[in-house]
């Protein structure tokens, strides 16, 4: 079945360091892919998406780009701050599947220090 | 901007009470969804809901209901609260077009002793 794999947290950086959370997807067709945000206390917020191959999502200065040759949609940022300090989430939503359901990975959590 | 409220933010409930999560969309949206999100384990969907008293089962129902009288309103039941059930649950509505967004409202932490 449909499935998201992204990297494994904690992931700590210091601030202005360069970012990458990697996550690969298994799915037919050609899902829509997305990364959500959750920052601590809150529920989730989209924070950027991609619905065809090579598509680049980007917000906020983090950038994901669609590979399907890779099955790849792996989150960047140049230089985090620590207002970046949340649980990032990568998600696909099946091309067919009925009601469009949303498949999460684990969660990553990310913690950046001054 | 879409709104997804939920009742409650923090809940404690004993073992075998029954309890009722709330959660309520302002965009007329016809999708609404119930999660639960436990670490390492990302978010699984319990129920969702394509209309007003439509219902599907998500990958984790057992022990859980559903009710939707109300387009904009959506309830997770607990007919009878385990200790397993201790998570945090998110409600989420979705847009009706490309690309499909789904909105999440703030959570509710629910603690079973």
């Known amino acids: 079945g449909d499935s998201v794999t992204q990297m494994e947290g904690p992931v700590t950086l210091s601030e202005e360091a360069f970012l990458t959370i990697n996550c690969t997807y298994t799915?037919?067709?050609?899902?829509?892919l997305f990364w959500y945000v959750q920052y601590p206390g809150e529920g989730l917020q989209l924070l950027l998406k991609?619905?065809?191959?090579?598509d680049k999502g980007s917000n906020k200065g983090f950038e994901a780009t669609y590979r399907k040759e890779t099955t790849s949609f792996h989150l960047e940022k140049g230089s985090v701050q620590v207002s970046d300090s949340a649980v990032y989430f990568c998600?696909?939503?099946?091309?067919?599947?009925?009601?469009?359901?949303?498949?999460f990975g684990a969660g990553t959590r990310l913690a950046v220090h001054p | 901007d879409v709104k997804v409220t939920q009742s409650s933010r923090y809940l404690v409930k004993r073992t075998g009470e029954k309890v009722f999560l709330e959660c309520v969309q302002d965009?007329?949206?016809?999708?609404m969804f119930w999660y639960r999100q436990d670490p390492g384990l990302g978010l699984r969907l319990i129920y969702f809901?394509?209309?007003?008293?439509?219902?599907e089962k998500g990958d984790i129902p057992e022990g859980y209901s559903v009710s939707r009288e109300k387009k904009e309103r959506f309830s997770l039941i607990l007919e009878s609260a385990s200790t397993n059930q201790t998570s945090m649950y998110l409600c989420?509505?979705?847009?009706?077009?490309?690309?499909?967004?789904?909105?999440f409202g703030p959570g509710t932490r629910l603690t079973v002793t």
């Open positions: 989420a509505s979705k847009e009706q077009h490309l690309p499909y967004e789904q909105y």
């Open positions: 799915a037919t067709g050609y899902p829509s």
């Open positions: 991609a619905t065809k191959a090579d």
């Open positions: 998600a696909l939503m099946p091309f067919s599947g009925g009601y469009n359901k949303l498949i």
């Open positions: 965009m007329d949206h016809e999708n």
């Open positions: 809901s394509y209309d007003v008293k439509m219902k």
